[in-house]
């Protein structure tokens, strides 16, 4: 009898620890495990394979699909806008997510047609990798498409710009995709706040509040990283002042602000490589920026 007993004790306890490992589960499935550095890397990884995604080429066309699957899997609605702007055919990457009050983060996809700042003027015609200056910001929102609640009560609009990074080489010019973008926005209806990531992977990561940017909500993000322990890698200095993927929508009379750690020694130089990129400045940056979101 005594035998008998036990082995029921043993089986309930069995059935408890599986019940209870089948609710664990199924409790960390339902609920997002937050901003992933390591997966973003991966996505920065992922677009550095392609190569170098400059306007028009295969890579850039590659780019555009590999973001629009990788949306669509984390399930939100995908549209490209497609234009041409400044004599050139722009194609922006659009996901769309909620309602509620509205917020852009962008982010600008593009290599450099022309490392133009390489010390060996060798490599002047050749494309820049655009491992940081490019991808490391698209890795961000792909990330942040996967981790953020879908339940925000926000209308959300994660942005691939394109044709970012090509300004005086002759015959083109700066921020064609994001300008094409701010100009098509109704004045009937406007974000409330556009949040721009720029080279911010550098495995150096020092981000200076950027001049032009607005400043209370440069502010409101600086102190989100001050309380996660990020102090050290958002400097809560002005430093520069940079005309980026930010400045069309500061035009419109909308909120913006330009994450870029712009101490990148590598900028627009065949350097610009996988290895200069660190995914735990991916995570600071992305945990950051998904703390602002899903508190504010």
């Known amino acids: 009898m005594k035998r008998s007993l036990r082995a029921i004790l043993a089986i309930a306890a069995v ?8 609710w664990w589960a199924t409790d960390k499935a339902a609920t997002p495990a937050g901003f992933d550095g390591d997966r973003a ?3 920065v990884k992922a677009q550095v394979e392609l190569g170098a995604r400059t306007p028009g080429s295969p890579a850039h066309q590659a780019a555009i699909e590999y973001f629009s699957a990788e949306l669509e899997k984390a399930g939100w609605d995908v549209a490209l806008q497609e234009t041409n702007y400044g004599g050139h055919p722009v194609k922006n990457v659009i996901a769309k997510r909620g309602s509620g009050r509205w917020l852009i983060l962008g982010a600008h996809f593009d290599s450099r047609l ?4 390489d010390l060996n003027p060798a490599n002047h015609a050749t494309p820049v990798p655009a491992a940081n200056d490019g991808a490391s910001g ?3 929102l792909l990330e942040l498409a996967r981790s953020l609640p879908a339940n925000l009560n926000q209308e959300i609009w994660l942005t691939f710009f394109d044709v970012e990074d090509q300004g005086d080489l002759p015959g ?3 921020i064609l995709g994001s300008s094409a973008l701010a100009e098509s926005l109704p004045e009937t209806k406007l974000p409330e706040a556009v949040i721009i990531v720029d080279m911010i992977g550098d495995a150096d990561l020092n981000i200076y509040m950027e001049r032009n940017s607005d400043g209370d909500l440069t502010r409101e993000i600086w102190n989100t990283a001050a309380e996660l322990g990020y102090a050290n890698f958002f400097v809560p200095e002005y430093k520069f002042a940079m005309l980026d ?4 929508f500061l035009r419109r009379g909308i909120r ?3 994450l870029i750690d712009f101490d990148y020694p590598y900028w627009h130089t065949t350097q610009d490589t996988l290895d200069k990129v660190s995914a735990e400045s991916l995570n600071i940056v992305g945990d950051t920026l998904y703390q602002w979101i899903t508190t504010r």
Do not use: E, F, N
């Open 15 to 22: 059935g408890i620890l599986v019940v209870s490992i089948i």
């Open 41 to 43: 890397y991966l996505d």
């Open 245 to 248: 993927d930010h400045t069309p």
């Open 138 to 140: 698209a890795a961000v």
């Open 256 to 258: 913006a602000v330009d």
């Open 114 to 117: 022309a490392a133009d700042q």
């Open 172 to 174: 083109w010019d700066w």
